[in-house]
């Protein structure tokens, strides 16, 4: 009698192990079930009857198992080779845990000031939890894709095109594809995916404002390098009436004025200069 009730408390003890595990391991997705070598596998296929053959199945390197036991989550199997579970009541989810690139696909948005852009990108992430990537979301790779797109008109619309200061989607794309990542993993973590990286493929004007943009960029540059010919006209004007008074050539203010509107004339000036002598 006291040979049973000690077996008794045994088996209680060990269900109760049992049960905590599954409640920890369902929790980081990680819960093992028991596995088997192909021999034992083989062994225990004949010992069933024909029935453990269907009890048996492999999982690849780079591949995880969620396992269903009539409908319930009964753990993910990480590791590669031959496993036995029986097969009755049985349902199996495999998801690659593979390094994987999508395109985000090209897509017409608006940047901050309101313009339209053409955009797209590359995002690399992996699964991390198989798990909630087979029960929490209906196909991951397709959310994973949706998610992405949305996120990226999101983030785009936060900053102008083009700007003299401050971060813009020109001149700061790998600053502003980190914030992409970290709204991206904020979206995608319900579906156990780790998101390695985004980068901006493509950022351009949309073609029914390309040309105008253009023109606005080229008068920009162009105003710019005016500014820079102006302020080395003025120094140059000056250093040559500094010049001249240094080596004793006197001139008076006038003689001083001509000097300097004839040197930013000549320099300033888009064609050649011709010089004229009176006689």
Known sequence: MEEHEHHHHSEEAIMMKSHSDISLE?????????????????????????????????????EHAVLLDYGKYNGTVTEPGCHFVSCAGRTIKTVSTKVKSIVVPETKTIDKNGNPLIINGVLTYQVKNAKRATLDVEA???????????????????????????????????????????????????AGIKI?????????????????????????????????IVTGAVDIAQLAI?????????????????VASNLLTVICSDSSAAPVVPL
């Open 26 to 62: 369902d929790e980081i997705s990680a819960k093992q079930p028991e596995t088997c070598t192909p021999i034992s596998c083989l062994v225990g296929s004949i010992l069933c009857c024909g029935m453990g053959i269907f009890s048996c199945f492999t999982l690849a390197p780079n």
């Open 242 to 258: 500094r010049e001249l008074d240094t080596n004793g050539i006197a001139m008076s203010d006038a003689d001083k004025a001509r």
């Open 140 to 190: 991951v790779d397709a959310y994973v894709s949706m998610q992405s797109l949305a996120s990226l008109k999101q983030i785009v619309a936060r900053y102008p095109y083009e700007a003299e200061s401050g971060l813009c989607l020109r001149s700061s794309a790998d600053a502003i594809s980190h914030e992409m990542v970290a709204i991206l993993q904020e979206r995608l973590t319900i």
């Open 196 to 228: 390695l990286g985004f980068t901006f493929n493509e950022i351009s004007y949309s073609p029914e404002i390309a040309g105008a943009m253009l023109r606005r960029q080229q008068a920009h540059a162009i105003l710019q390098a005016r500014k820079l």
